[in-house]
DNA sequence: CCAATAGTGTCTGTGAGACAGTATGCT
DNA sequence: AGCATACTGTCTCACAGACACTATTGG
């Protein structure tokens, strides 16, 4: 797995204590959390115990909560970090989007019924109607340690590449995040979130590459991105090949907050994204 | 006023047949509906009953009932119009983003109190903590014909420019679509749904600058417009002064509906924006 | 003729994309 | 030296912005 995880090893919901009152019923989050690694975009997914469906990462709001504290939480809890970049993205609010899929309905009433805590009453609450509210997160793989929640039995990282069946609406959610991701990369220095603290410029294509899916052109490249001015040139990485080495860039922090702030415009909007 | 409204003048919710349970609990939308009349960019408000303050139109989302299906109900409420552009943009869920407002939760819940048909049983229900998505929508004011709702004793066009103290954070929802408007401008070619049917170079022109809220250069804007294709000319347009006629424009609606499934990259985003 | 506004053409600067040329690290 | 990869420079094309020029309408 991930290296050693040493955060609190007891950060996931905890079963006794999930207090159906405690949240608002009807609304959910949902969050893609999206990661980079070994030059793939992959995103963290949990499996419902009982051999249930992989679902995104999910929470329920808490009734004094914000929103958006709620996405916090739910990030927090799966990937023990803190303060990663997290952005709304779109609601999910058709009626259908869970009760259309009959048979995934029955299978979460009936794990739900042996896993939560008050039986049919939990059954019951989870199987409403949920409107559920899509965030995305960036964030470096390394960094983070996964953990399940209550109700599932894994929290992996899986490449975007080989995404299994998610439950319900899941699939679409992922796929309008990857439009919005795309969009977004014309305004936000996305780099940060999911790069090492310092890295190639070679490496930062690679990045680009896999959110955009197609190649592109290394020198155009480099001198599009050293010109928005939010790199700097640190030393150089001497791998023991036999070529040039290459320079080892990090984000300049300062630049990179009042881009966020004022908005780049870089664009790679030229070939059609939507 | 505006013309002679001869749409169905019993459209709003009728008081006796509000029943509270037909409605998901905690969950709202509210529409922010653009027009665009006199170079002016206006919204629809409603002003409630009783003194009580202006606000967004907005509406409950019925249980079995999509929550686009019910922001396009309260945009054919208000307006009397079906079918126009609209669009979700983003979900207001701070759980202060009522309560923080102390006295306009009194004269809420005084308000609803005396107009409910449920008296204390609406008034808690209407004061409990709601998430609202927010949905914007494009319109010819010309074709609309503004209806209150129960819950209010006006609903009018105003003009940006002299929007009045609205409800809870209503204001800062009008900015957030404003900004993304100004956003879209780039993605679609948003003139369509607030220009009349046939219209000159000058008069889309003006709108795109009310949107913006700078001046255009009038010879590139034409060029810039033209060349994507999506225009048709018509014939001139006399008016009797000493000048150059203008040409009619219509849009080509093939070209635009392929635009809007392709995406545009139509940019104005040069000067920072965000 | 002139005034006023509409529409077109041209020049400049910027930036994207393609690709050639130079620099560097290692054998 | 020679190879591989990193980096830089240059060319072309497209387009935005500025502005000059032509066209048309009516006095």
Redesign the pocket.
């Known amino acids: 797995m991930n290296k050693k995880c040493t955060t609190d090893p007891d950060r996931s919901y905890k079963q006794p204590e999930f207090d159906l009152d405690k949240y608002i019923p009807g609304h959910s989050v949902d969050c893609v959390i999206v990661g980079y690694e070994n030059q793939q975009l992959k995103i963290l997914l949990v499996k419902w115990k009982l051999g249930g469906p992989w679902a995104l990462p999910g929470g329920f709001v808490g009734r004094d909560q914000d929103l958006e504290a709620a996405a916090h939480q739910v990030l927090e809890e799966r990937t023990g970090l803190k303060s990663i970049f997290l952005q709304q993205f779109h609601t999910f609010g058709r009626s259908d989007r869970h009760s259309r899929f009959k048979e995934q309905m029955d299978q979460v009433k009936a794990i739900s019924q042996q896993l939560g805590t008050m039986d049919l009453k939990f059954s019951k609450w989870a199987s409403q109607r949920f409107i559920s509210t899509g965030y995305f997160a960036l964030t470096e793989i390394k960094k983070t340690c996964p953990k399940p929640d209550f109700l599932s039995e894994k929290c992996e990282w899986v490449s975007l590449e080989k995404l299994p069946e998610l439950i319900f609406d899941h699939n679409k959610i992922v796929d309008k995040t990857l439009k919005h991701l795309r969009i977004q990369l014309n305004f936000l220095p996305i780099g940060i979130s999911l790069m090492p603290h310092k890295f ?3 490496d930062l294509q690679k990045l680009y590459e896999a959110i955009l899916q197609r190649p ?9 991105i ?2 928005l001015g939010m790199l700097h ?1 640190n030393g ?14 990090s984000f300049n922090l300062e630049k990179y907050n009042s881009m966020v702030e004022n908005g780049i415009g ?3 909007l ?2 059609k994204i939507l």
Chains 1, 2 share one sequence.
Request: proline residues 3%.
């Open positions: 190639t410029m070679q592109l052109e290394r020198s155009n490249f480099q001198r599009k050293l010109k040139r150089k990485l001497l791998t023991g090949a036999a070529n040039k080495a290459p320079y080892l860039y870089f664009s790679y030229g070939d």
